[in-house]
Structure formats: structure tokens, C-alpha cells
């Protein structure tokens, strides 16, 4: 067996380290925690409020260590890590649209949540603008298939060329440029879907 | 290269990914087509937009230590490492018993009616997913609480409420079997029965037994109470809790009962294999009237000894000699009756004035007598 090389993430390392966790060594996790902190803390924190950051990263390696015995292609670690941040993120927005109502119904009483829920038309301002289309980006990155969704992710997060993304995700160069390629048609045209949507509600 | 093609790759050329025959076509392409630069322009700015969005955040300090934590707080039950051991040793007797359960004929229900109430809880095995406030659980869930965190559980309808300490670990049992809850390890304790109207025994639980129409609770003293004073090992015991008619027994294994805050109970019975006793609750006034007439009774009967010694010893001096010694061992015997009765009428005059104080405080008093059969 080759040695494993904690520092660097590489797909055989992460299959090394999940294998090794999987069989009973917890604390192989923490090498994984250490190597996709600030790829899964980054990528929350562009999702959620600046507060619920560390507690959601924390919940994506808790699951992910729940999950681990499910993980199919180890070599796929990074990847698939990302889903469940992805997840955790949509759970937290879900759970806080589901808790707003209830919250002010107690408050007011049993017939508040049935008028407007937010006050009509605040005037749009461009930072408003900006951040609205921050957030169609994100909803729109998190509906991209895994393979897509980290791919992107590492290209403009980590700020890695696709050799280098080649080589963390264990695939061959022309496959990962093809999927980014694909990764950006995709993101395009679901932003374009969402924004024709939004536009007709709202109309 | 033609328009499509480019537009399918402009973020790709303005990444400067693109394989460089293709991006020489594209730019060829470019210097020709004023609506293909329009389209890289567009391009630009959707990867700003997505490089700002993506904008790397560093991981807090201590982050992966954090995260650790709880991952070994999470894997430790399930492998029961020595350091998890040492840290629940005080719930280990507990764990030395029969597994945890709660019961109960019209408590629960098949199907399943818990749910967590509040809290942080890690669903781990099989079930494993993310369990916010208020949503039920499933036979078979296994809950841990993480080493800072504890939660609640409501059980049974929520007529049961059980709060779980840090580090602790419970399953989820199968309602159709009788039982509610599993103990694994750590310490849970019972806080209420709410739909009862009655605030249940606040003690540790360690085990639950089931049983027909009652919910069963093992009981160990809570952390900090005073040990029993007669030098009796640590209080374990059962408790049997708050049933649909609104009673609950305790079931004592080994002395102290004192340990049990006996007094936020309905009604309670105490039993261990040598004693077994029914608490019910009474009246301030009925007891007092109780005590007043023990009291009374008891100063009647120290009266009547003491007639009976004055007639003796007076007497005596009528006694032949050898009998004298007869007569003297009598009242010997009055006087330590005698004695006796003092101090009854004392211990008497002491829980009249307990119950003087109890009722001054807001307690409540129960009656310990043999139980029904």
C-alpha cells in the first residue's frame, strides 16, 4: 500500500483516507476535514448568512461522515462533499422559509401570515439587483449535477487551471474541460430559465 | 468557426481553457463577428459574476478540531471506545440493566407519535439524516447528542417528555412493541408529561421497563445529591411514570430514596425486593389530622403508662421483698415504653412541624402504605 500524503488532495489519497475511516479509524477524517475545509466553508459562505457558516460546514462533515459508507467512488470524494454542502444549504434556506410563517402567525395572530409577506416593491436598488443575481447563481449552481457543480466550484474558487483540476479530480484533461464547458452552457441556461420565471411572476 | 459553436464556448475562450487550435479559430471568429464579441462581453461578466459569488472564504480557526468533536462524540457510541466509557462511567450502572423502555397501554400508540422537541440530536446507522425541531422520529433511530448540546424528546404524543444530557445515546424503539426508548448510554432524564398536567419525577433515568399501563423508568440520583445518610450505596431504582390514569410508581432497587424528588410525582409506589409501598398524595389538612391524632393517641397512651408505673412504685413498698425485684424489672419495663412513646409524641411534633413548613413552601406530602395487589 502507498503511503498516504495528508497535504495533498489527490483522488487516490481521498480513496485512501475515506477507505481507512470506513473501516473503523475516525480520526483519518480529520485529514479530509483539514484538506476540504475551505472549499466547503467557501462554498457556504456564499450561500448562507455569515453566522450559520461554520455551524453548516460542520453539519456537511458530520453527514458526510454519517454518509461515508454510502460513498460509491471514494476516488470521488470531493465531488460528492460538495452535494452535501449543497444539500445542507438548501435544508437550512428550506427550514428557515418553513419556521418564517409559523413565526408570524405567533405573532400577530393566526391571520398575519395570510397578508403580504414582505413589504410590496422596496425600490430596487443596484446592490439589491446584484445580490438577487448572486443568489439566482447560487440556486442555479446548486441544481448542476455533482460532476458539474465541482468542477466550477474548484475552477472559480480555488482558482485552479484544468490540468490541476485533471489531476485533483482523477479524470483526463479533455474531460474536464468538456465538462466545464458543459458546467457553464448548463448554469447558463438554468439562470436564463429562472430568470424567465421570476420575470413572469412578477409581471 | 461559427456563432453557435463560439457561444457554446465563450466561457471557456475567456477563461483561456479553451485547447489552443480551437481558441485561434475563436478568435479569428471574433475579429469578424460583432455579435460573437457582444457574446464574450456576456460571457465576462457571467464569470465575474461567478468568481464574486464563489469568492473563497477561509475556514474559521479550530474548525476541523470543532468538527472532530463532534465526529468522535457521533462514532464513540457505535464503537464504545474507553475515553467514552471512562466519561459515561457514571451511567454504566445503569446500562448494567435492563435495556431502556418505555411503555404503555394507552401511552403509545402504534406508529410512532415522538417526535424531538428540541435540542441538537445526530440521527447515526442506518437512518442517519438531519432532524430539526419538531420532527418525528422512527423506530429504529438512533440519537446521539453532541458533547455540548443536549435535547428533548417528546414521547408518547408528547405526553412524555425525556431530555437527553450531553453525550448521550438513545434508540428508538418500536411503539408496537411497548417500547418508546432505548437507553445506549449517557443519561436521560424524564421532565415532564405534559398532557397529564403533571411534571413527572426530574431524575436521571438509566432504564425503562415496560409494562402493562405504566412507563417505567430506571432512576440514578441526580449529580450533586447528597448521598444517603445511613451509609447505604448509591440510590438504583426504577421508576415507573405518569400512565393514562395520571399515576406513576417508583420501584426501588437498593436504599436512599431519598435521592428521588419524590415530591413532583402524582402518585408513586416504591418497591425493591424487600419493600414495596404505595406514595399517595395527601391533603395538608388530612395529614395534619392524621399526625394530630397519632399525636394524641400516643400522649393517652404515655398517660396510661405512666398511671400504671406511678401505681406500681407506689406500691411497691407493700411487695414482699423478693418479688420486688418482679416489680422493679414492670416498671423498668413501663419506662422504657414509656420512653418509647416521648419519642413518638417528638417525631410526631417534628413532621407536624415539617408539614407546618412543607405547606408554607409550596410542597407536596405523600403517604407511604403497603400497595394493592
Known sequence: MTPVDSGEPTPAADAALVADVVEGNTEAFGDLANRYKSLVTSFIAARVAASEVEDLAQDTFLRAFRMLASLRDPAAFASWLLGIASHVCVDWHRSRRRHAPLEDEDLLGPGAALGPRRSPAEPPDAEAERQEAARLLLESLDRLPDAYRATLVLKHMEGLRCEEIAERLGLALGTVTSRLARAYKLLRDRLEGLADTERKQTE | ?373
Request: aromatic share 4%.
Open chain 2, 1 to 373: 468557426m461559427n456563432c453557435e459553436r463560439f457561444d457554446d464556448q465563450a466561457e471557456l475562450y475567456t477563461v483561456g481553457e479553451l485547447p489552443p487550435e480551437l481558441a485561434a479559430e475563436a478568435e479569428a471568429h471574433l475579429a469578424a463577428c460583432p455579435a460573437c464579441r457582444q457574446r464574450a462581453a456576456a460571457a465576462r461578466r457571467r464569470l465575474r459574476a461567478l468568481d464574486a459569488a464563489l469568492a473563497p472564504h477561509r475556514a474559521p480557526e479550530g474548525f476541523v478540531a470543532r468538527t472532530m468533536a463532534r465526529i468522535r462524540a457521533e462514532a464513540a457510541p457505535l464503537r464504545a471506545e474507553p475515553l467514552r466509557r471512562r466519561v459515561l462511567r457514571y451511567a454504566a450502572i445503569a446500562a448494567a440493566a435492563a435495556l431502556l423502555a418505555m411503555a404503555g397501554y394507552g401511552l403509545l400508540r402504534p406508529g410512532g407519535d415522538s417526535w424531538l422537541e428540541n435540542g441538537t440530536v445526530a440521527v447515526l446507522g442506518p437512518n442517519a439524516r438531519p432532524l430539526g425541531p419538531r420532527q418525528a422520529l422512527k423506530p429504529g433511530d438512533v440519537l446521539a447528542t453532541p458533547a455540548g448540546g443536549s435535547a428533548t424528546l417528546a414521547l408518547a404524543g408528547g405526553r412524555l417528555r425525556v431530555a437527553l444530557a450531553p453525550l448521550t445515546t438513545v434508540r428508538i424503539a418500536d411503539p408496537s412493541t411497548g417500547t418508546a426508548l432505548q437507553l445506549v448510554s449517557g443519561e436521560v432524564y424524564c421532565t415532564g408529561s405534559k398532557a397529564e398536567g403533571t411534571p413527572s419525577v426530574a431524575c436521571p433515568l438509566a432504564n425503562v421497563a415496560a409494562g402493562p399501563g405504566v412507563v417505567s423508568l430506571h432512576v440514578t440520583p441526580e449529580k450533586g445529591a447528597s448521598p444517603p445518610a445511613n451509609g447505604a450505596e448509591p440510590f438504583q431504582g426504577t421508576v415507573t411514570l405518569a400512565s393514562h390514569d395520571g399515576t406513576a410508581r417508583v420501584m426501588a432497587s437498593g436504599r436512599g430514596l431519598a435521592a428521588i424528588p419524590l415530591e413532583q410525582g402524582h402518585v408513586l409506589a416504591l418497591s425493591s425486593d424487600r419493600r414495596r409501598a404505595l406514595l399517595t398524595p395527601v391533603g395538608f389538612e388530612q395529614l395534619r389530622e392524621v399526625l394530630n391524632a397519632e399525636r394524641r393517641a400516643a400522649a393517652a397512651r404515655h398517660r396510661e403508662l405512666e398511671w400504671r408505673c406511678d401505681t406500681l412504685m407506689g406500691g411497691i413498698q407493700w411487695v414482699a421483698d423478693p418479688d420486688r425485684v418482679q416489680v422493679l424489672r414492670w416498671a423498668d419495663e413501663l419506662q422504657e415504653a414509656m420512653g418509647q412513646l416521648r419519642a413518638i409524641q417528638a417525631e410526631l411534633d417534628h413532621r407536624l412541624k415539617l408539614l407546618e413548613r412543607s405547606q408554607a413552601e409550596g410542597r407536596r406530602v405523600f403517604r407511604l402504605s403497603p400497595p394493592r395487589r
